[in-house]
């Protein structure tokens, strides 16, 4: 079952090549692979980021203010209309994130997105119950009314997750080939766009409530690798006509 509601503090450091394979060979003594990561390769994950008509909530984001807030509905890879995705509110207050999301069909968010209405609950996915966080999505509409957000951007990356063994508040995820575009902006349409990442970068994302473990903060002074801040979303519309 998904996760529904996040609460942690989420650091980025970007790696080069030789980082992620030193890494990749000593990661499997304290973390266990995402079941997504089958044999080790990556999964892609599709993202639709919701703005104004003048972007008003990255830009207000890239000021780096004490809160902050962004509305997506993301997909895992390219889906159907009649598959389940997730509408997510992901918001930051004093260095901690809270992501809360809800199920959906793409084919109801996409009606959402046009007209605001929601669809019954529960859908059907596949023959199946999909039960939506009501709670959640009743959040996730107040804000999307509050500033009338449409989707503006898409944005797909490939990853690779871990959770430590013994303690699963910690996560790691390494991104690459994060692509971008500002038209055609569908989870069913085929996955392209342009490159935010040079060749041999890779974006890792450390994930937890509490202290990361010893053994990752060695690796990190090890190697000389410091935190970085890189917004996908920010890095996209500061370089969208590049």
Avoid at 83 to 101: A, P, T
Avoid at 154 to 176: G, P
Avoid at 200 to 219: C, I, R, S
Wanted: net charge positive; aromatic share 14%; with cysteine.
């Amino acid at each position: 079952m998904a996760i529904e509601v996040f609460n942690r503090r989420e650091v980025k450091y970007m790696l080069n090549d030789d980082d992620k394979n030193l890494l990749l060979s000593i990661i499997g003594n304290y973390m266990n692979a995402d079941s997504f990561n089958k044999d080790g390769k990556t999964y892609t994950i599709c993202n639709l980021y919701l703005d104004t008509d003048s972007d008003e909530l990255i830009r207000k984001s890239l000021e780096k203010p004490e809160f902050k807030e962004k509305i997506r509905l993301r997909s895992y890879g390219r889906v159907s209309l009649d598959d389940k995705v997730f509408l997510e509110s992901k918001k930051k207050f004093d260095g901690v994130v809270n992501k809360r999301r809800t199920n959906f069909l793409l084919k109801d968010a996409y009606k959402y997105f046009e007209d605001g209405s929601l669809p019954e609950n529960p859908i059907q996915a596949n023959g199946k119950p999909l039960k939506m966080n009501t709670q959640v999505l009743k959040e996730i509409d107040y804000i999307m009314h509050f500033y009338n957000l449409k989707p503006k951007v898409f944005i797909s990356y490939d990853r690779l997750a871990f959770f430590e063994k013994t303690n699963v508040d910690f996560r790691l995820t390494i991104d690459t080939n994060i692509q971008t575009r500002r038209e055609d902006l569908r989870l069913d349409s085929p996955i392209y766009g342009r490159q935010l990442l040079q060749p041999g970068q890779w974006l890792m994302e450390a994930k937890a409530f509490k202290a990361f473990p010893l053994w990752f903060t060695h690796f990190l002074a090890e190697r000389r690798i410091f935190k970085t801040s890189f917004s996908k979303y920010g890095i996209e519309y500061k370089t969208r006509n590049l």
